[in-house]
């Protein structure tokens, strides 16, 4: 019976033109987990908790539901995406079927760098989080030097980095089960964090509208410092689709990707703005200046003490360990995707699935190591590290964008949702899905334009004060997206097609994967 199911999902994927090669062995709760463990609420919150704090104020924590509202419209969309489109490389595939051949190029281009560089920006948080558990983990100096914290976690990154290289290269089965260890530890620590700080709580919710002053000196007053603290949310609620990335790999995918989905980006919202809340209720002065230092760590400590504070660290560390797994994983699923297409160089051998562990090994191993080339650069201009995993957020809400925004084109065309998909019993949004598509637009945009914005406060908030960091974003996006498109357009639109080793019939017979490009 279990074979018959997989052959069932083997033809499924002919439908896209493709052959099952990879190991279909993911179920429910491993799919949901890793749409968890990317956005990973212990990770980023625990990460950026200070930021938001510092540059809002205690009235920062509205930010949280506000991000929340929009990434739900965005994730409501992609649930009905991933269930009718079950693919690896979630973004490429989702965009070449809604829009054209250069647009997913694009999308998948954008999530594949970006991703890479999420790679190690995650890895750095352990440097936040372990030489507070123990000494010992301030590797390199005494943590006193001017740059001893900023090369200990290029250390401390370099070992987690090639720790998920080779989980990933040993295949799906191992990764899966490692993630989801962590994360059911993660959901345990979470809720408990939750009771604790719960009972700990020291003041009422109306805390919740003290700025704390952070609007003083801004153009725009408070508004302009909430916009800036927003970023803190909007750095951790993302990747949901993670779920939907490892399609070809998950058991009846069109029904559990959509729910994993959902039930990813839900949860983290619920857990993470518990979280976030009764820190702020229960730190013991809510006006130290530690707490836009320190963050919740600083919090976790003051409020839980020093032993059982580090209990939750260690738990904070290992949610940095499976999201940068969960991340690192749906990187190689997206350069699988997009070298299956020989839409990379080097194509064939990037998407080679080795016979034994059923895994794409060149991919993991390739954006392990470039991962750990931009680690480096952390070691003595950490303000440049900032300004590119800053930039590699933005990426992502501009990859998000090149779903959505030919998703809300194909509906007012009429062509969108299919019209079988209720018959078939697949997730669809049904008459909701214009206005839910439109708002998931509109936000895109919106935040697009905020993580956009120069702000020198952001991108350079210490000296040494250089106008490129400042404007890093601007130029470095403009720089990856007009240099890969021009990339795309004189060299490898040329070579696009399915690779034989990977098609299910021949080229000619094949599903068109995209609407056509204009001849030139």
Known sequence: MATSTADDHSDDLAEFGYSQTLDRSIGKFASFAAGVSYISILTGTFQLFYFGFAFGGPAYWWSWPMVFMGQV???????????????????????????????????????????IVTISAVAVALQITLPQIWSGFQIYGDGSGKYDAAANAVILGTVLVTFTTVINALGVKLMSRINSTGVFIELIAAVLLIILLGVNITRGPDVLFDTQGTGDGHDWGYFGAFLSASLASAYVMYGFDTASSLGEETRDPRRTAPLAIMRAVIASFILGGLILLFAILAVSNINSPEIGVGGLQFVILDVLGNTIGKIFLVCVGIAITVCCLAVHTAT???????????NLPGGERIATIHPKTKTPIVPAVITGGLAVLILVVNIKQPQIFTVVTSIAIIMIYIAY??????????RLRGEWPPKDAKEKGYFTLGKLGLPINFIAVAWGFFMAVNLLWPRKDVYNAAAPFHWYLQYGAILFIGFVFFGGLAYYWFVQRHKTGVLASHAF????????????????
């Open 73 to 115: 419209m965005v994730a409501l969309s992609f649930a009905e995406l991933a269930a009718n489109f079950p693919v690896a490389g979630s973004i490429y595939n989702w965009s070449k079927r809604m829009g054209s051949a250069t647009v997913a190029w694009l999308g998948g281009w954008m999530m594949l760098t970006a991703s």
């Open 332 to 342: 190689i699923r997206m350069a699988f995707a997009m070298a299956r297409d020989n």
């Open 401 to 410: 964008l090149l779903v959505t925004v030919p998703m809300l084109l194909k």
């Open 505 to 520: 019939q021949s080229s000619s017979d094949a599903v068109p994967d995209a609407e056509p490009e204009p001849a030139t």
